[in-house]
């Protein structure tokens, strides 16, 4: 049983558009994460949830806009998607915000 | 605010020798120290962390670390490298106090046959 898990798993999209990566974890953790990766492997954190409710909100553009219809799921939207957007996406989760992370298998989002 | 460094942006190794990758951080108080590896097209894997108590912390995979204050550094170590650990590997820290769970740069181990 996977853990973490996100879709899609690859995302080929045009610059401008709109899409969504959902993120569901099976663990009972009360706090999930969103993070992007860049072409240089630098891991950055965008968000953290503690049981639906917006814990960090690191400088990431609103036009990001993470949706948690429960504790058990962390959505990334992204409008208006641009050249710069390019990257993976993970998404992680954890028992609380001190404890270690469970990370997805990655987003690989492109854009054309 | 608290960051990473790890030195070795790449380090090449051959099988069966040891490893040491280097970690150094900052951060006021005692922190939460993590190592994590990525394979190719995976998701990051937990190897070991460091809360409090003993310095010399045990992991999976046959690798540990060693937290030594005094020099701000948390190394990881492997007695003796398998091909199968060819991978980036990340240092974290945190959080703590308000402080977001920060990653280092990585350090992408290759291994030689």
């Known amino acids: 049983d996977t853990a973490v898990s996100q879709t899609p798993k690859y995302l080929v999209t045009q610059m401008g558009n709109d899409k969504s990566i959902k993120c569901e974890q099976n663990?009972?953790?009360?706090?999930m994460y969103w993070y992007k990766q860049d072409s240089k492997k630098f891991l950055k954190i965008m968000f953290s949830?503690?049981?639906?409710?917006?814990?960090i909100n690191e400088t990431v553009p609103n036009r990001f806009s993470p949706k948690s219809p429960d504790k058990a799921h962390l959505n990334l939207h992204i409008n208006s998607l641009e050249l710069g957007d390019s990257a993976v996406y993970f998404c992680?989760?954890?028992?609380?915000?001190?404890?270690?992370?469970?990370f997805g298998d990655g987003t690989r989002l492109s854009i054309l | 605010a608290q960051s990473v460094t790890q030195p070795d942006i790449h380090i090449t190794v051959s099988e069966g020798a040891s490893l040491e990758l280097r970690c150094n951080y900052s951060?006021?108080?005692?922190?939460?120290l993590f190592w994590y590896v990525q394979s190719p097209g995976q998701g990051l894997q937990l190897l070991l962390k460091y809360f409090s108590g003993d310095t010399l912390v045990q992991g999976i995979k046959g690798f540990e670390a060693e937290f030594k204050r005094s020099q701000s550094s948390f190394n990881l170590r492997k007695p003796s490298v398998h091909w199968s650990d060819a991978a980036e590997y990340f240092c974290a820290v945190g959080p703590q106090r308000g402080q977001n769970f920060v990653f280092g740069p990585g350090t992408r181990l290759s291994v030689l046959p």
């Open positions: 663990l009972g953790h009360d706090t």
């Open positions: 949830y503690n049981n639906k409710e917006l814990i």
């Open positions: 992680a989760s954890s028992r609380q915000g001190d404890q270690p992370q469970h």
């Open positions: 951060y006021g108080a005692t922190p939460y």
